[in-house]
């Protein structure tokens, strides 16, 4: 059950008007089927920062410098992409994009570690 965005009576959740008042509920569905459809790649990076930095972390043996490189491009990139996301985010997704800040702020730390 959906609420018309106009008069605010109860409507059915697909329909396009509002059988009360007539207001077109078009944007309102589409919007919430845009948030409902998108990926969250967050988890994923966040998860592959962490493995990077333990890989980088517990291998023994030298590290090529062309990986440390792109490991700290990578990084970079994840930096700034999650405070991107911070600003323009809603307020539940912050929490996940601030671990993802401090995933790619370790795997920075580490990258740069090794290739010293
Ligand atoms: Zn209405």
Same mark, same amino acid.
């Given at each position: ?25 078009? +944007?309102? !569905?589409? !919007?919430?089927?845009?948030?409902? !459809?998108? &990926? $969250?790649?967050?988890? +994923?990076?966040?998860?592959? *920062?962490? &493995?990077?930095?333990?890989? &980088?972390?517990?291998? %023994? %043996? !030298? ?5 440390? $490189? ?9 930096? +700034?992409?999650?405070?991107? *996301? +911070?600003?323009? %985010? %809603? ?5 996940? $994009?601030?671990?993802?800040? &401090? ?14």
């Amino acid at each position: 059950m959906a609420f018309c965005r106009y008069c605010g009576k109860p409507i059915p959740d697909a329909a396009p008007t509002c059988s009360h008042c007539g207001g077109v509920q078009a +944007v309102q !569905s589409q !919007s919430a089927r845009a948030g409902k !459809s998108k &990926l $969250n790649f967050t988890p +994923v990076s966040t998860l592959f *920062c962490v &493995l990077a930095s333990l890989v &980088l972390y517990l291998s %023994e %043996e !030298s590290v090529d410098q062309d990986m440390i $490189n792109f490991l700290i491009g990578i990084a970079a990139i994840g930096i +700034v992409c999650g405070i991107i *996301c +911070v600003k323009i %985010e %809603e307020k539940k997704d912050r929490a996940a $994009n601030i671990v993802f800040i &401090l995933a790619s702020i370790l795997l920075l730390i580490t990258a740069l570690a090794r290739g010293a």
